[in-house]
């Protein structure tokens, strides 16, 4: 279904159930205490047992009913020793003065999963019992909305329909019209307008790649006039170039000591040819590397380079490279530099012209105005929300100006790095591009994001380990509501976007929005395949 035929189909609800049901249906509900969830599982799941009341008392939330809060409820638990069975359940509730309360288990057994739940009612006893079965644990999600939509409805069961006599005009309103989506093209409308869909004709789908690559870039380094792609995953750098059957990769680079991180192409000593600059790291260190085409070959010209690397471009003006430190005890740090190609080494040319924020490193940035004043500082916090920073009236810094209500971007491209002692520290989020283009040709700038919708737990994992779908959305700044309103949307896509940029790639003169798409993330066995996807985008 297309995003605009959700919102009419969602319209159309709303406004019958508001006609239908009478306002006392719709009065405050009940108090309901969520207990701490009992999880009976292999391994490490006490991340699973702490999301799960939070879960539940967000969706049951969004129904008549008061949620008591989850710590509340625990510490009654707690302060009471009570046993999760009705009677511990019934003596929390009435020390939280509830009138319900729900308790339950979580079961997960090889790829199967069940969940059990009781609901309580302290002022009658009774108690409700509800069951489901999911598959994997990506499941829980679907059960956990399924418990919650389940205990609404025991709650607050839909009033009996009235009957209307033949004869018998309704008194209900009935609208007009509703909005119909609006039709889609050959490939089902790809680009998806806020107000309308238009047709986006497919260019091409590469074939699939064994493993998860995690980031790309575009650039013509053997100046036939094309564009080659090149891909990066763990330690595999591909090339590839654009052919009529789609794509095709033509040369592949391993280095197992190392781990890619990022890719970025540009002619930084302006001799008139590219490079591309690998950001790797290797033991907890930067060692990066430059890959060139010289003599009929593509080649890694300089490696072991220490800065994580960025083609940098503020406000539209030309880029630049910069670089940033990396240390193992605390990940990236200092200040970004401007660096300069010379020969076949990097030289520190001076400091970039931008200080960026605590928290914010050399890939998770955009420098542009997006509201139309001064330069400022689009950013993914570490929640995926995104924060607008602007500069600080009195001179030097910056202030937080913005953050959305939804989230954005999503990535499972993590930076490992070791402790002095070899093991692993806790691995940092590479969120991965996001840029700001004039796409309609107004003359203020978008800000074009990705979004990859979780898997397994969602956002209530600190770390999402899968994504179901992704897609990207065009946002410009509404000067009137003080926040961002979106432009379009592509389609979504099953899988995970990992990275996309929007170019000229096959030099055709049209714009295309060009995806790095991962699939299998949400699967417990099998192989993770990349593909590119690539679609015209017409405004």
């Known amino acids: 279904m297309s995003f605009i035929k959700r919102l009419s189909v969602a319209a159309a609800a709303a406004f019958l159930f508001v006609s239908f049901f009478p306002a006392s249906a719709m ?10 969830w ?9 991340y699973i047992r702490a999301a799960m009341p939070d879960m ?7 129904g008549r009913s008061e949620i008591i809060r989850p710590d509340q409820a625990g510490r009654a638990v707690t302060d009471k020793k009570a046993e999760l069975n009705d009677a511990g359940a019934f003596e929390a509730g009435k020390t939280l003065k509830a009138d319900y309360v729900l308790y339950g288990s979580l079961t997960i057994f090889g790829n199967a999963v069940s969940m059990d739940a009781r609901l309580i009612n302290i002022n009658t006893g009774d108690a409700a019992p509800f069951a489901s079965k999911g598959t994997g644990i990506e499941s829980i999600i679907g059960l956990v909305d399924k418990l919650s939509t389940d205990v609404n409805s025991h709650l607050n069961p839909p009033p009996a329909p009235v009957a209307v006599q033949p004869g018998v005009p309704a008194t209900v309103a009935i609208p007009a019209a509703i909005p119909a989506p609006a039709a889609a093209g050959k490939d089902g409308g790809f680009i998806i307008k806020a107000d309308k869909s238009k047709e986006q004709p497919v260019l091409w789908k590469g074939r699939d790649i064994d493993g998860m690559f995690v980031a790309m870039t575009a650039a013509d380094l053997d100046k ?4 080659e792609l090149f891909l990066i995953s763990g330690n595999v750098l591909a090339i590839a170039k654009y052919s009529a059957d789609g794509m095709e990769v033509i040369k592949e680079i391993k280095d197992s000591r190392s781990q890619n991180i990022a890719v970025t192409s540009i002619d930084s000593d302006n001799d008139g040819a590219i490079e591309v600059y690998v950001s790797r790291v290797s033991g907890g260190k930067p060692a990066s590397a430059m890959l060139e085409y ?10 072991n380079i220490d800065w994580m690397l960025r083609a940098v471009s503020v406000d539209g003006k030309e880029p630049v490279l910069v670089g940033q430190r990396l240390r193992t005890i605390d990940g990236f740090f200092g200040d970004l530099k401007k660096l300069r190609k ?9 400091s970039f012209e931008v200080e960026l924020p605590k928290n914010v490193n050399i890939f998770g940035f955009e420098a542009f105005s997006l509201t139309g004043g001064a330069t400022e500082l ?3 916090d570490s929640r995926q929300y995104l924060t607008l920073y602007s500069p600080k009236s009195e001179g030097r810094g910056w202030a937080q100006s913005y953050k959305s209500a939804d989230y954005f971007g999503g990535t499972l491209n993590l930076m490992k790095l070791r402790e002095a002692a070899g093991s692993e520290s806790a691995p940092i989020s590479i969120e991965g591009r996001f840029f700001s283009a004039d796409m309609d040709r107004d003359g ?3 800000l074009i994001i990705k979004k990859n919708t979780p898997g397994g737990l969602g956002r209530s994992a600190d770390v999402p380990a899968s994504f179901k779908t992704g897609e990207i959305i065009s946002l410009s700044w509404d000067a009137v509501g003080g926040t961002t309103s979106e432009n379009w949307r592509t389609k979504q896509v099953e899988g995970y976007i990992s990275d996309f940029f929007i170019d000229d790639l096959d030099g055709d003169g049209n714009q295309e929005v060009t995806m790095l798409v991962v699939t299998g993330t949400e699967r417990l066995f099998g192989t993770l395949k990349s593909y590119i996807l690539s679609h015209r985008i017409s405004l």
């Open 342 to 350: 010379e020969g076949d080494v990097l030289k520190e040319v001076s």
């Open 444 to 446: 203020k700038k978008e």
């Open 294 to 303: 010289k003599g009929g070959a593509y080649s890694i010209t300089a490696s």
């Open 38 to 46: 009992k999880v009976n599982a292999s391994g490490d799941v006490d």
């Open 224 to 227: 036939d006039g094309v564009k």
């Open 378 to 380: 689009a950013t993914l």
């Open 56 to 62: 539940l008392a967000t969706r049951l939330g969004q």
């Open 27 to 36: 009065s405050a509900g009940e108090k309901i205490a969520v207990l701490p």
